[in-house]
């Protein structure tokens, strides 16, 4: 008997071990910062890591953040004065991967300068217009040149961030925001039009964690960005600071807005938000939510964010500013609050958000028919109405799928990687907890990398063999507000890793090295 309970014990202690099986990947803090170049108050620098203990897997070219400081049209200004080059160069190599023709690109770039004016810019707020015209009046005045103009860059990747993941629900955007009928032009192109804009991928994954789960009760909150790799964007890989002071906008809190200075994470493409973070401890992440129930007639989602996290200190005020503006394309978002010590999982689609926090009943009890979807088997084993929400205590979760029924009702059919990704989120919290360990800075950066699309059937190795079906350009942990056991915690900190190397040497984000910044240690408010 005793050998008996031995080989149980043994059997059970190695289940916990596997529930937590995570990666652990390398994590470096900037050793200094290099400045390259001003323009009035605000400044762009070089990044300087240390040295990677492994040959080629550091980054090629270092990361670069800019502190941009001054009115909405001043940090405009200053963005294209000190970035015009590289955001030029990540939009023509972004577009060059589309294999296209000089005539094929202007067809596809005026099909998306028209859906911007046409569409998006009527419903966006005026200060990220003001940011535009800043960008417009830098190259104004310093002339033309063959590079592409910063303003237009920022305006092409609002729509195109913004744009549904397939053919379906780009019709479906177009059928129903043009009333009045599509124009000629349109008509002749749209096939065409679309075949190139389903080279777009859209994955994405994001969490929010906090309380009995974690150390000292704090929160944390990530974001992955899955999206088209090995492009060569990652050459501009790019952190901003943006401290206002408009009294234009913001007279009744001293010409600040009321979230403070905030910071986003991406690449050299304008000042719209993939992903963000203020001084104040609220988080903004995306993913995508491949559902028919689309507009363009909205605040594109990367000036949305944004907007989030200058009006917001905390979810009350976040939500009422989330409200206050409309849905656009179908997505998922994760935003949370350093302040309330919690987050919220939101499911978008035209004229309808449904809010989940933890442990939510509507996400507890979501069904999917697997009836009649013979797609079903790419996912489960189960048949008829399978169960699909596992929310937990004390965290929300999401992939690109939805568990509210009027979100389902127009949601498409699900598929093995938003159903794992999601799953893996439950287990992985769920083994955390059986295990009595308390998520910190290693914890949840575990969780996130071992979430990034790398490519290969298993998700907790970094295996270069399979890196080439990989999508992962971006991976996100934040760690906002307060953390007073933290020297520079004082306004909270996070990690971002972005994909490096290229060609047969690119290695997704996830694979990467993950650099922290604090937030205490640039910007002016």
Not at 1 to 23: D, I, K, N, R
Not at 125 to 132: C, R
């Amino acid at each position: 008997m005793s050998v008996f309970l031995l080989f149980l014990f043994l059997f059970l202690h190695l289940q916990l071990v596997v529930a937590v099986e995570m990666l652990n990947p390398e994590v470096v803090v900037p050793s200094g910062y290099t400045k390259l170049r001003s323009s009035k108050a605000s400044s762009l620098y070089q990044v300087e890591l240390p040295s990677p203990p492994t040959s080629g897997f550091g980054y090629a070219t270092p990361p670069l953040l800019v502190d941009l400081r001054g009115t909405h049209k001043q940090i405009g200004f200053d963005y294209a004065s000190l970035l015009h080059n590289e955001t030029s160069d990540t939009f023509t190599t972004f577009q060059a991967t589309f294999g296209l023709k000089p005539q094929q690109l202007d067809e596809l770039n005026g099909f998306i300068d028209w859906l911007w004016t046409r569409l998006l810019e009527p419903h966006t707020p005026q200060p990220f217009l003001d940011e535009l015209e800043g960008m417009r009046q830098y190259h104004l005045q310093h002339g033309s040149t063959d590079l592409v103009d910063s303003n237009v860059v920022a305006r092409r990747f609002y729509v195109l961030a913004n744009m549904p993941a397939d053919a379906k629900n780009i019709i479906a955007m177009l059928e129903n925001d043009l009333e009045e009928g599509w124009p000629e032009w349109l008509k002749k192109t749209i096939n065409w039009i679309i075949e190139q804009l389903e080279k777009l991928n859209m994955g994405c994954d994001a969490f929010g964690v906090w309380g009995s789960r974690t150390a000292n009760s704090l929160l944390f909150t990530s974001r992955n960005l899955d999206y088209n790799s090995n492009t060569g964007i990652n050459k501009h890989k790019l952190v901003t600071f943006i401290s206002l002071q408009d009294p234009k906008y913001y007279s009744q809190t001293g010409g600040v807005p009321k979230g403070g200075k905030h910071v986003t994470m991406g690449f050299a493409f304008g000042l719209g938000a993939l992903a963000g973070q203020n001084a104040l401890g609220v988080t903004t992440s995306e993913m995508n939510l491949d559902n028919s129930v689309v507009t363009f007639q909205g605040v594109p989602f990367p000036a949305r964010l944004r907007y989030v996290l200058q009006q917001s200190t905390d979810l009350s005020e976040a939500m009422t500013t989330w409200d206050a503006t409309n849905n656009t394309n179908s997505f998922n978002f994760m935003i949370g609050s350093a302040t309330d010590s919690a987050a919220y999982a939101l499911e978008t689609i035209r004229g309808f958000t449904a809010h989940f926090g933890a442990n939510d009943p509507i996400e507890q009890n979501a069904v999917y028919n697997c009836t009649s979807d013979p797609t079903c088997s790419k996912w489960t084993n189960g048949t008829g109405l399978v169960r699909i929400g596992k929310p937990l205590p004390e965290a929300v979760f999401r992939s690109n799928h939805g568990f509210h029924p009027r979100v389902m009702k127009t949601q498409e059919p699900l598929f093995r990687d938003t159903v794992s990704r999601y799953d893996r989120m439950h287990d992985l919290f769920a083994g955390l907890q059986s295990e009595n360990i308390a998520i910190d800075d290693k914890e949840a950066l575990g969780v996130v990398a071992s979430l990034g699309t790398k490519g290969g059937p298993n998700p907790f190795v970094c295996d270069a063999s399979q890196f080439s079906d990989g999508e992962n350009v971006m991976s996100i942990v934040y760690a906002p507000g307060l953390r007073k056991e933290v020297v520079d915690g004082s306004q909270g900190y996070f990690f971002v890793a972005w994909e490096s190397g290229s060609g047969s040497a690119w290695r997704p984000a996830a694979c990467s090295r993950y650099v922290r910044f604090a937030l205490s240690q640039h910007g002016s408010n």
